[in-house]
């Protein structure tokens, strides 16, 4: 027996949870997205004629999805097939200075303290435990939380919590909380780039998100097929439990009757009638108004200088030499500081860039590479103005000049004079993804308060929920994944027709 109907708007990973949630729990469910594929900043770029992936493309949080997957009575390795990583990333800071990460907290010590010293080998693991006090401290009442506040917050931790709060540092810049741990400025640099990991300067963040290295200490792990197949998955999961995909389908508007939604109103016209519907899509579009002007009050409008990152990417296929790549790489500007005041404070793109590379047909080991091109993912960090400040051609040109210079700097060549390149930029960011400006990641998480800013999967409007990296609990795949979820248990809890 069907209990309802529900619309969701975006196939995006939080889409995707969502329609597979309440399709599994017996609801009509309808999904209509405007793009051709599932995935939403998931998403595949063809560079010579070779699929690349061109969002996300480190995979944490595997219990998410093995829930999500066993929930449906799926075994989540068997949907997708997964290689764990046993280096988490190289980095460089000039041709000499190397340093890899790696999945043993204690292989990770041994290479700091044969790259800086004993000293900072052993703030790195003092520093592991902290992430891990971090990560324990907020896991339940804040990331599983529908929509947390500092009081409930303070209120769920209980007087012994109160302490573990206290000493999680939320009111300290994770740039200050790394100082306690590492005196080495090239070792604040990398651990300090967690704060990107969310759109951040690790000038302005909270040192909460040291957590981000608890993650990765549980596991990084290799989609065999590309980030891609982790949509295509839940699409086909969701649809064998009864949800419809229609793509190519733009939501215009979503509708309200009496104080609550009643549909959804496609750019053809069309009016699809349903008194629940799931928005996945940036929280800023719903601000905007662009699905209409009875839903807008529901989400406060971001200022510019409230925006997460944006970035600049190209997507290649291209021969390399030189530099011994791993499947993820990093390579640090020389002046931190000035990256993101280049960005944030001056809104232009940075003069001397760090540099992440994810080369896509390489694991752990550089030997198991043979010569020839290889598929790459390029990315610097840029301001999301692309809906206002459009760079000038002269200007990405340079951006781009200033971004291989950097490579070839520290030992990398990229060949592009015969490559199959893809250029993205911030502008072009904000055409997939409107009214955020390029923002990937919604708002950025400046000051202790920007994580409880967040929307909630609620919204004032009955029968309307929001879900995706914009909203609680934040961005990147898992997190995403987790909003989705969420707003399908909130819809099914205000139902009153799922047990959780």
Not at 44 to 51: D, E, I, L, S, T
Not at 185 to 208: D, H, N, V
Not at 264 to 280: F, K, T
Not at 290 to 300: Q, R
Request: charged fraction near 20%; aromatic fraction near 10%.
């Amino acid at each position: 027996m069907v209990k309802g109907k529900v619309i969701v708007v975006g196939a995006g990973v939080a889409g995707l949870v969502s329609a597979l949630e309440l399709a599994r729990a017996g609801y009509e469910v309808q999904v209509f997205e405007r793009q051709e594929a599932p995935g939403g900043k998931v998403r595949q770029v063809h560079a010579g004629g070779r699929p690349v992936d061109s969002g996300p493309t480190v995979f944490t949080m595997r219990w998410v999805f093995e829930r999500i997957f066993g929930d449906a009575g799926k075994v989540f390795a068997d949907e997708v097939r997964l290689k764990p990583l046993s280096i988490l990333a190289r980095h460089a800071w000039n041709e000499r200075d190397r340093l890899d990460l790696f999945a043993s907290v204690e292989e990770s010590a041994d290479a700091i303290g044969a790259f800086a010293g004993p000293r900072e080998a052993e703030g790195f693991r003092v520093f592991c435990s902290r992430a891990r006090d971090v990560y324990q401290t907020l896991e339940e009442p804040f990331i599983r939380s529908p929509q947390p506040t500092p009081i409930s917050l303070a209120f769920g931790a209980g007087l012994r919590g109160l302490g573990d709060l206290w000493r999680i540092s939320p009111f300290t810049t994770l740039w200050s909380a790394l100082g306690d741990h590492f005196q080495d400025a090239r070792l604040r640099q990398l651990f300090g780039r967690y704060a990107t990991y969310c759109g951040s300067s690790p000038f302005e963040a909270p040192a909460t998100l040291m957590l981000v290295a608890h993650v990765e200490q549980d596991g990084v792990w290799i989609i065999e097929d590309g980030m891609h197949a982790l949509a295509k998955s839940l699409e086909a999961v969701a649809q064998e439990n009864g949800a419809r995909f229609f793509y190519g389908a733009e939501v215009e508007e979503i509708l309200t009757l009496a104080g609550r939604t009643s549909g959804v109103r496609l750019r053809s016209g069309d009016v699809i009638e349903a008194q629940n519907v799931i928005v996945n899509a940036d929280s800023a579009a719903v601000a905007a108004g662009l699905f209409g002007p009875s839903v807008s009050s529901t989400v406060a409008q971001l200022r510019r200088d409230q925006r997460s990152l944006s970035a600049m990417t190209w997507t290649m296929n291209a021969q390399t030499s030189g530099f011994p790549l791993v499947r993820h790489n990093v390579f640090f500007s020389g002046n931190y500081q000035a990256e993101f005041d280049d960005i944030f404070r001056r809104s232009r793109l940075p003069r001397e860039p760090t540099v992440y590379i994810c080369a896509q047909d390489r694991n752990d080991d550089p030997s198991e590479f043979h010569d020839g091109r290889e598929r790459l993912l390029v990315l610097v960090n840029a301001p999301a103005t692309g809906d206002t400040d459009r760079f000038s051609g002269v200007e990405v040109a340079e951006c781009e000049e200033r971004t291989f210079a950097l490579l070839t700097r520290l030992g990398l060549n990229v060949d592009r004079s015969g490559s199959d390149t893809v250029r993205t930029t911030p502008a072009d960011f904000n055409a997939l993804f409107p009214a955020t400006g390029g923002a990937l990641y919604g708002a950025a998480s400046h000051g202790w308060m920007a994580s409880f800013s967040r929307p909630g999967g609620k919204t004032r409007i009955p029968g309307l929920y929001l879900a995706g990296g914009s909203v609680h609990p934040g961005p990147g795949v898992p997190m995403a994944a987790l909003s989705g979820w969420l707003a399908a248990a909130q819809l099914a809890v205000d139902l009153n027709s799922i047990r959780r």
